[in-house]
């Protein structure tokens, strides 16, 4: 029996991201392949504006060009699916507390002017990045607190 993990990897960690920085190059990486995947045309320079993005800010640099090109094809296919907005929306989701809102539109911006062509499916790709990005809750810090005098009082 083959093993599964080994036949198809960039699957398994795309959707189950192992670590913080690598969910927030698959955030990257998906904001690029909505906008790049919403003329319904993927264009090579698209997909390398995505991953000069990333090299240029130096926001992966323990992620492979190669992989980086496996994960933005394998989330484009993904992406064309009917249930595309629960793809970007699981994948934004674990990094909403960091402050990537605003390498994710200019990403999603620069996607978008790459091929010169900027569709009004693309203006609308980056308007539903744009409110997401202030729509999904943040991820706020879990601190051990002392009880209340108020609720000691009430237990009494």
Known sequence: MPDTNASNPI?????????????AAVALVIAGALVAVADRRVSPVE??????????????????????L?????????????????????TLRPVSNLSLSSHLLELSERVAAADEDVHPHE?????????LTQALPRARPVTARAPSPAASEGCA
């Open 11 to 23: 699957e398994l960690e795309i959707t189950e991201p192992s670590s913080l920085n690598e969910q």
């Open 70 to 90: 496996a994960m933005f094809d394998e989330l484009a296919e993904r992406l064309d699916r009917p249930d595309f907005a629960n793809v970007v929306i699981d």
């Open 123 to 131: 203006v609308q790709a980056i308007k539903l990045l744009r409110l």
């Open 47 to 68: 997909r390398d504006e995505v991953i000069r993005f990333i090299r240029d800010r130096d926001l992966a640099p323990h992620i492979a060009d190669e992989r980086l």
